[in-house]
């Protein structure tokens, strides 16, 4: 076991130059401030409990070094520090906490409670503190590590606890947060117990075995396990393959230096390095683990040290978009960043005896979205050496040499690319998303507002003269197509696109049963068994009434495994797996939103049993889709 450093009180001149200052916003925010001081103390094992979401209390023990006792008063001041001493340090740092901040920002709105003993001493010490005073140390068997509860979060501060959610929703967000520091920590062993109840445990064996026990072994199945190693940078991790998306960016893990961290350049070019092969909301699986030198690695950005700043964020982009896009497009180089491929059979198989890039790869539809378009930039300015030491040299790469960490982080463009560089990142943020919200001026959102009224005030004013002309007297002429229904009406001729029309028309039809709770629901005659991962188990368990409500009853068998009785008619011919997994990706941990997405895929199902364009329909089921339409007043399927 190793030994406590001092704890020093730092100079104003270096706590001035810290991103500190941040408040204990929520449980989850106290749980990751432990979590992590337990990291930096070395711990091989880490147990995380929480009651009641963590508003109760909340419990976090380690085995390593510990507290010396003349420190333990120093542990709780501010700006009170073992992991730095000088501003100098600031510059390359290895350790998770460094603001020497955190314990006394948790002890001043609880009560909390540190016990600890290091190797030297013969027995334990226990320092408490309540809103911030702090008792006498008293002697306390314990083990060597340090052990810290904290309860009565928010006591002398009522405004704070107005802003916290349901204690479920803080719950989730422990869990999701605790799901992220096993990731991050994959070589120290967790138990994370909810409420006494082991809810998360993984070994410490490394990032593999963490991924199997936070997402499930059918995780592993769907991705590519990789590892790339060149000029400073070790990208390793698993790659969800293209049919393994999500509904958002859950599942999306970065891990610099072993900090788990939301890093635009990095999502960015993840996200674009998958675009070619996803579809608009459809999100990648991915858990990134990034090793550079700490001193290319500002940690120092905010207070809640998950957001960082690269040197150079051109070559963390270059790194990541290419080292995805290799794999993704299987492309001979990719032979030497796969360690293991996707086991699912839904992924194009590769055989060992045969290059990747004869394989055919299913998807691809946009090659405007290829690397290449990203690559200009640099190519203008003449330097494609600045990618040429990382990715042009295929004999260097096939000589599998050891990682030269003495080069250090030597890929960086000669100066006068800064501003090459800082563009092109630019326009890769611009491209996505978010990049995109933020570009846009007041008057481009003010104009696209008013471009949109008007949209929708021509839909109007079309649904209510077609409506109208539906509403007279017509006459069915037939099918076309064995797509369109034509009618006449009056003097007039009106198509109607069939799979449109009655998708509408069941689409309504459900809603109406959803709102009067009238849902016709069917027992299925042997019930489905879905296994869940511990995330997807516990959401189950939370939504388990809003799934009667829309006429799902699903029952806990045990080991992750939920046995679906019945289900809604509509539903009775889809692919569950499917559809459980989907709900699941998309409900996040937002309780509020679970009702209004659970519905929205329930009516997506059912609307697909709708009448498809080419089907031929007699004439007795044109006559009837007609009547239901007279009915309906908006004429037009529900996705637009
Ligand atoms: N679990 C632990 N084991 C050993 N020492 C600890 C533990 N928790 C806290 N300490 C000691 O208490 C000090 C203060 O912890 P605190 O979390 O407030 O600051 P920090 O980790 O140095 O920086 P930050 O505010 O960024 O987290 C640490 O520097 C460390 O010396
Ligand atoms: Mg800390």
């Known amino acids: 076991m190793n030994r406590p450093k001092p704890i020093n009180v730092l100079s104003r001149q270096v706590y001035n130059q810290i991103a500190a200052g941040e408040v204990v916003e929520r449980p989850a925010s ?6 992590e001081n337990a990291v930096d103390a070395g711990a091989s094992t880490i147990t995380v409990s929480i009651a009641n979401g963590g508003l109760d209390e909340i419990f976090v023990q380690d085995d390593g070094c510990g507290i010396e006792k003349e420190d333990l008063p120093r542990a709780f001041m501010s700006h009170a520090t073992s992991k730095i001493t000088d501003a100098n340090d600031l510059l390359g740092i290895k350790t998770l906490g460094f603001r020497g901040e955190a314990l006394a920002s948790i002890a001043s709105v609880s009560e909390t409670r540190i016990a600890s003993k290091t190797i030297d001493e013969e027995i334990g010490y226990v320092l408490t503190s309540s809103g911030g005073e702090l008792s006498e140390i008293t002697e306390s068997p314990c083990m060597e590590g340090t052990a810290v509860t904290v309860s009565k979060l928010f006591f002398n501060t009522p405004a704070r606890l107005k802003f916290l959610k349901t204690a479920r929703s803080e719950e989730s967000e422990v869990t999701n947060l605790i799901a992220r520091l096993i990731l991050a920590n994959s070589t120290v062993a967790v138990k994370y117990y909810v409420d006494d109840k082991l809810e998360l445990e993984s070994f410490g064996d490394g990032l593999k075995d963490a991924v199997r026990a936070i997402y499930g072994v059918e995780a592993l199945d769907n ?84 957001e960082i700043r690269f040197q150079d964020n051109g070559v963390i982009y270059a790194v990541v978009k290419t080292v995805i896009s290799r794999v993704l497009d299987g492309t001979e180089e990719a ?115 008013k471009e949109y009224i008007e949209k929708c005030e021509r839909e109007k004013q079309s649904y209510e003269q077609i409506t109208e002309e ?78 009667e409500d829309v006429g799902i009853d699903i029952l806990p068998v045990g080991d992750g495994v939920f046995n679906v009785c019945s289900l809604p008619v509509e539903l009775i011919d889809i692919d569950y797996d499917v559809f459980f997994r989907d709900i699941l990706t998309d409900a996040t941990f937002k309780d509020e939103k679970m009702p209004g997405v659970l519905r929205e895929k329930i009516i997506q199902k059912a609307c697909k049993s709708a009448i498809k364009s080419g089907d031929k329909l007699s004439e007795m089921e044109i006559n009837s889709l007609v009547d239901q339409l007279k009915n309906n007043r908006q004429l037009k399927c529900p996705h637009g």
């Open 30 to 35: 106290v749980v990751k401030e432990l979590f």
């Open 223 to 306: 991705c590519y396990e990789i590892s790339y190693d060149k000029n400073g940078i070790l990208l390793e991790g698993f790659l969800g393959n293209i049919n393994y998306y999500k509904g958002n960016r859950t599942y999306q893990t970065a891990i610099v230096n072993g900090r788990w961290v939301v890093d635009q350049t990095i999502s960015s070019a993840a996200q674009n390095a998958y675009a070619p092969y996803l579809m608009k909301r459809q999100y990648p699986f991915y858990i990134l683990k990034i090793d550079v030198d700490p001193e290319v690695v500002d940690v120092n950005v905010h207070p809640r040290k998950t």
């Open 470 to 547: 539906v509403d007279k007297p017509f006459r069915i002429v037939g099918q076309a197509l064995n797509t369109f229904l034509i009618l006449e009406c009056g003097d007039e001729i009106i198509m109607i696109d069939q799979h449109a029309a009655h998708e509408r028309i069941l689409f309504d039809k459900f809603c109406l049963r959803l709102k009067t709770n009238t849902v016709a629901k069917q027992r299925l005659l042997f019930p489905y068994a879905f296994k869940a991962n511990a995330l997807e188990a516990d959401m189950i368990t939370d939504m388990k009434n809003l799934f």
């Open 335 to 449: 032979m030497n960043i796969i360690v293991n491929r996707p086991r699912a059979s839904i992924v194009p198989t590769v055989s060992d005896d045969k290059p990747i890039s004869e394989v055919e790869i299913k998807g691809k539809p946009y090659e405007t979205f290829s690397y290449d378009r990203f690559r200009t930039p640099y190519e203008k300015s003449s330097e494609s050496e600045y990618y040429s030491p990382i990715f042009e040299k295929k004999e260097e790469s096939l000589q599998a040499k050891e990682p030269d960490y003495s080069a250090g982080y030597d890929v960086k463009p000669p100066k006068k690319l800064k501003t090459d560089v800082a563009q092109y990142v630019q326009e890769i943020t611009d491209f996505t998303d978010e990049g995109a919200l933020k570009s846009e001026s007041l008057d481009d959102i003010f104009r696209k507002n």
